[in-house]
């Protein structure tokens, strides 16, 4: 039995301000301290987010989680949620950025810069690791629990009526707290493609296309071309278009499209060299040249991987194509690439979490990803190699397999989702291709186990999946 201190004052007789100290009945020792009225408050919005997450969760269609039954072939349903809200994205300039690889990156590096040189940036980006909030920020910091709530609480009725994804509704959520906030610009991610991705009735200042690989193919197509088509769809009428790669396959798409829609393009990577010299655990340095001459040398960024040479010339080469409003400093550039993941909040991709052994996480999903993580840790001086893998069920997994050294270690599960792939399906692929290793029942259980066996000297890599990686990070 527990009896309250009800006269707000401790054994030794002092005044207590606001908490009330609770005593056991018997042995009169106190026991624990009464929540404020703020705590209550605190704890409550708590309950309500996460009764808001539910409610999204489970009550409407998330690709992430269920897979093509959530992807939407129009864009009403976003249409008319945004001309309910009186179309938010229409009060502040944006940057829209789509492609297979690097568009999360590339966007991290953009806003970065943009707020360096002080203007407030909202940032959209998907999908999110372990907090629904990293998919929506301004500055670097995350949606407040607070304004989720009101918003889903607020629209219910209206998302009753029109019956919107999920997906449909956190960018329709996104769109509404960048005008709520009044940012000064916003850039904006596609989800999955470009042509009918929820983000795109919004007409930019800038598109960007970072480059086109084999993913989602039963939505997007088979062909590198058929893919190109559906990302080439952000390309809007007279505004400016920047491509990441110039890939021959495919660069007659864009350049067709581009000319249809009257938008000046450009590709990045003819204009922008960037070489990586070192890296250590928090910094990769580069060389960075502009039309072959020197812009910024022995430039540290706060990313892994030499693979971000290409979203850095991208984010590049999107800077300069702003407006002439939008004034540029090379010494806030070279702060801002410092500084990024302070700066952004930027997580999951190449990101260290241990060293002795080192433990990293990364989240390369497809075949154009994992070529450039598992060339990236080729050029790493480790012992052994241990790889905590899990994957969806909608992935070619034969493809993705083939990715991995044979001579590595490895460690199968399976990520704690509906579109998760079984573990047994995994392994047993693996091993008829060469890989071994064993099956374990969880991504934590999987990650424990290779960490117990590596060596000092070894190193870990969880991935395979986003999913994988938001269990770990």
Request: charged share 25%; proline share 3%.
């Amino acid at each position: 039995m527990w009896l309250p201190n009800t006269l707000g004052k401790n054994l030794d007789g002092k005044k207590i301000k606001k908490k009330i100290i609770f005593y056991h009945y018997d042995t009169g020792q106190p026991q624990g301290i009464a929540p404020t009225k703020w705590e209550m408050k605190k704890e409550n919005i708590y309950t309500r987010f996460n009764s808001t997450l539910n409610y999204m969760y489970t009550q409407l269609p998330m690709f992430q989680r269920v897979g093509s039954q959530a992807f939407k072939k129009d864009l009403t349903n976003i249409k008319l949620l945004c001309e309910h809200l009186g179309n938010p994205f229409e009060e502040y300039p944006c940057i829209h950025i789509a492609g297979t690889n690097g568009k999360g990156s590339t966007a991290h590096l953009t806003s970065a810069i943009l707020q360096a040189h002080g203007y407030k940036v909202g940032l959209y980006t998907s999908p999110h690791y372990r907090d629904f909030r990293e998919r929506i920020k301004i500055d670097g910091k995350y949606i407040s629990r607070k304004y989720v709530v009101e918003f889903v609480e607020n629209n219910k009725a209206v998302f009753e009526k029109i019956k919107p994804s999920f997906f449909e509704i956190t960018v329709a959520l996104a769109f509404d707290f960048f005008a709520k906030e009044k940012v000064d610009i916003a850039v904006i991610e596609t989800g999955l493609g470009g042509r009918l991705d929820s983000t795109n009735i919004i007409t930019p200042i800038l598109s960007v296309i970072t480059n086109i690989s084999f993913d989602h193919q039963q939505f997007l197509g088979n062909t590198l071309k058929k893919i190109a088509r559906e990302k080439a769809g952000i390309i809007k009428k007279n505004i400016p278009v920047v491509i990441g790669e110039t890939q021959e396959e495919i660069i007659t798409v864009f350049e067709k499209k581009a000319k249809t829609k009257k938008a000046e393009i450009t590709f990045a990577d003819q204009i922008y060299q960037v070489i990586k010299k070192s890296e250590n655990l928090t910094h990769t340095t580069f060389d960075i040249l502009k039309n072959g001459r020197p812009l910024f040398s022995n430039q540290k960024i706060n990313l892994h991987g030499a693979y971000q040479a290409k979203n850095i010339a991208t984010a590049l080469q999107a800077i300069d194509s702003l407006p002439e409003n939008f004034s540029i400093k090379k010494a806030k550039v070279t702060s801002a690439f410092s500084d990024l993941k302070s700066l952004t909040n930027f997580k999951g991709r190449w990101q260290v979490l241990q060293k002795d052994p080192i433990v990293l996480c990364d989240s390369a999903h497809n075949e154009a990803g994992l070529s450039l993580a598992m060339s990236q840790l080729k050029s790493l001086k480790v012992k052994e190699l241990h790889f905590v893998l899990g994957m969806v069920n909608d992935k070619s997994i034969e493809k993705m397999l083939n990715f991995f050294p044979k001579e590595a270690n490895f460690y199968f599960c399976k990520p704690n989702i509906p579109r998760g792939l079984e573990v047994k399906i995994l392994a047993k692929k693996a091993t008829e291709l060469g890989l071994r290793g064993r099956a374990y029942s969880s991504v934590k259980n999987a990650l424990r186990a290779a960490k117990k066996k590596a060596g000092k000297k070894d190193l870990v890599y969880v991935g395979g999946s986003t999913f994988v990686v938001a269990e770990v990070i």
